[in-house]
Each structure stands twice: as C-alpha cells, then as structure tokens.
C-alpha cells in the first residue's frame, strides 16, 4: 500500500472539512483522489472474506465512503493519514453490519476464520471470527484506544508497521510493541469466547 506524503495532502485535508461541512462536491472531487487507497484498504479486508462472501471489494470502498462522507463528524481532518485510519474504521464497520445483516447460522455470516500471525494475523491459534473480534476490539477502545486503532489499522487497513507509525505519528518501535500486546489481549479474549461457547 502507497502510503508517502504527496502534493495531493493540503488538498485532501481541505476537501475532507469541506465534505465535513456539507459540501457534496468536496465529496466528489474527493473521491477518485482517495480510490486508489480505499481499494487497497478494502482489498486486505476482503482477503479474509469466504470466497462466496457476497459483498464486493468495490461495494465494500463504496459503501465505506458513504459512511465517511455521512458521518457529520464535527471534528478537523488531520489529512489523508487521518482519513485512512478512519476509512479503514468504516470499513470494519461495513464488514460488520454485513455480517450481522446476513443473518448467518455461523457467527460471523461469511468471515473466513484465519489465525493472525502478522498483519494478516494475530496469533498462531485459531481465532474467532468477525464478531467476535468486533466486541473484543470494542471492548479494548474503552481501556486502550490507540493499540484497538492499531490492530484496525494493520488487520482491517492491511497497513504495515511503517504505515501505521506514520498515521500513527509514532515510532516503529512502539507499534511493535503495542501490536503484540494488543495480539496477545485479543488471543486471550477470543480464546475465552471459544472456551464459553464450546
């Protein structure tokens, strides 16, 4: 994933207010200058989707940006960095209403279960699934918010350790470092789930 500074930043930042205010041609124009790189974010959520998960990658950027651009969050944007750790926010939070939405016999509608070992992956042991990590990721935001804005940005976002430091506005080391804690916090919670629900 492209993540370096470009010329294009002032002018994200600036349509990002601007849509934040109301302006639907902000939005418009802030769209294709952003595709590229919520497609990339929606192609690593989309990874871990079943192979007949019935939402799109395409569908999933789409719908994505409508919850950007809808949010009414009153809050200044802090540039693309910004914008992409909140997308990436979206986009679980897509995937999450899908699977609720779906109604599944299994928790989790069409989420494909894979341990999480790097970005792909938290733990060599199996994980639970979508839901599940949901709730664990909820529940972490209440005591530790920046290592839950971690785990979404490298599992949902597919962001290296690199990239998640830059939006991050931190150093590498200490992403490492609160990227394992956080591995080993959500390996504990989602193996006590399995262990209630067996």
């Known amino acids: 994933m492209q993540m370096d500074a470009s010329e294009n930043n002032e002018n994200v930042t600036v349509l990002l207010n601007e849509m ?9 124009q802030l ?3 952003v595709y590229g790189e919520l497609h990339e974010l929606a192609r690593a959520c989309m990874r871990r989707q079943s192979p007949g998960h ?25 540039g693309r960095y910004h914008f992409m ?12 209403d899908h699977a609720r939405g779906r109604g599944a016999a299994k928790r989790g509608g069409g989420w494909k279960r894979s341990p999480l070992a ?9 994980s639970s699934d979508l839901l599940a990590l949901d709730e664990a990721l909820s529940a972490m935001v209440n005591f530790d918010e ?15 350790v690199e990239e998640t430091a830059m939006v991050m506005d931190v150093s590498e080391a200490t992403i ?18 399995d262990e209630h629900a067996a």
């Open 31 to 33: 769209f294709p200058i």
């Open 146 to 160: 920046r290592k839950a804005r971690i785990v979404e940005m490298r599992f949902f976002g597919g962001m290296t």
């Open 54 to 78: 019935t939402l799109q990658t395409t569908a999933l950027v789409n719908e994505a940006f409508l919850k950007l651009a809808g949010s009414g969050d009153s809050a200044e944007w802090e």
């Open 118 to 126: 790097s970005a792909e992956t938290f733990t060599g042991e199996p």
């Open 176 to 193: 490492k470092r609160e990227w394992r804690l956080a591995r080993a916090w959500l390996r504990r919670e989602l193996n006590r789930d």
């Open 20 to 28: 934040r205010d109301g302006s639907a041609n902000a939005a418009e």
């Open 85 to 96: 750790r909140v997308a990436a926010r979206a986009m679980r939070s897509v995937l999450v």
